[in-house]
């Protein structure tokens, strides 16, 4: 039977449909309680091959996104390009500011993380205890993290798991970190695009930085950086 899917699950204002991963090197986390199991299973064949996969970011409901947005909306919290250098947000319009943020950060209640089914992973076998984890492409590249990035792209498709952020499509830069498990992310994904009116009214009360620059965009932001992905069938 399928799961019930609601606005309130696409936009991140609940989290009734996360589960928190027993596993010690992922307790905290939240996924989506359809999603658990498949992690689990990639996880485990990952040890196999020598990796430890650990999960730095699952489940970020509406707030927690809105917070990020709005600390780099003012300046408070680095926003990158895609060479990776840190962009000086001083004298840039709102809608310049928007889209210097959607490069690697999404528009509150356009998170993938709002549904559980996505996840940033990384090797905890590849780095020192104290490693500063940046989640940026050099790592997964040519850091510590390409033998994961690797083996990631040729074994995560069996456990219905893809990178939809594999590929530069000039919106949101490629986060090799990125992991989306399709059978459910679909149909989120589905659902926002054939309701983007509940993203508008939801967004018209809130308190996001260069709320009417993102309104009045909001169709190039959903095409440009919300669908705008690598498909789940292009992996490489």
């Not at 986390?29 to 970011?57: N, W």
């Amino acid at each position: 039977m399928p799961f019930k899917l609601t606005k309130e699950q696409t936009l991140g204002t609940t989290d009734q449909h996360v589960v928190e991963l027993s596993q010690v090197l992922s307790r905290g986390t939240f996924v989506h309680r359809e999603m658990a199991d498949a992690f689990l299973l990639l996880q485990q064949e990952a040890k196999q091959a020598g990796f430890d996969i650990c999960i730095a970011s699952g489940f970020r409901n509406f707030e927690r996104q809105l917070a990020i947005w709005n600390a780099k909306f003012n300046n408070l919290r680095p926003a990158l390009d895609r060479q990776q250098q840190v962009i000086d947000m001083t004298n840039l319009t709102d809608w310049e500011k928007a889209q210097a943020i959607l490069t690697y950060s999404a528009l509150p209640g356009t998170s993938r993380h709002h549904w559980g089914t996505d996840i940033d992973i990384y090797d905890k076998n590849a780095v020192h205890a104290d490693y500063q984890l940046q989640l940026v492409p050099s790592e997964y590249t040519q850091g510590p993290f390409i033998k994961l990035s690797k083996w990631i792209m040729a074994n995560s498709a069996k456990f219905g798991f893809y990178l939809p952020y594999q590929s530069d499509n000039a919106g949101v830069a490629p986060e090799p970190w990125h992991l989306s498990y399709q059978p459910l992310s679909s149909q989120y994904q589905d659902a926002l695009q054939q309701n983007p009116q509940w993203l508008i009214d939801y967004l018209s009360t809130s308190d996001i930085g260069g709320k009417q620059a993102i309104i009045d965009n909001i169709e190039q932001i959903l095409s440009h950086y919300v669908f705008n992905i690598t498909p789940a069938d292009r992996m490489i």
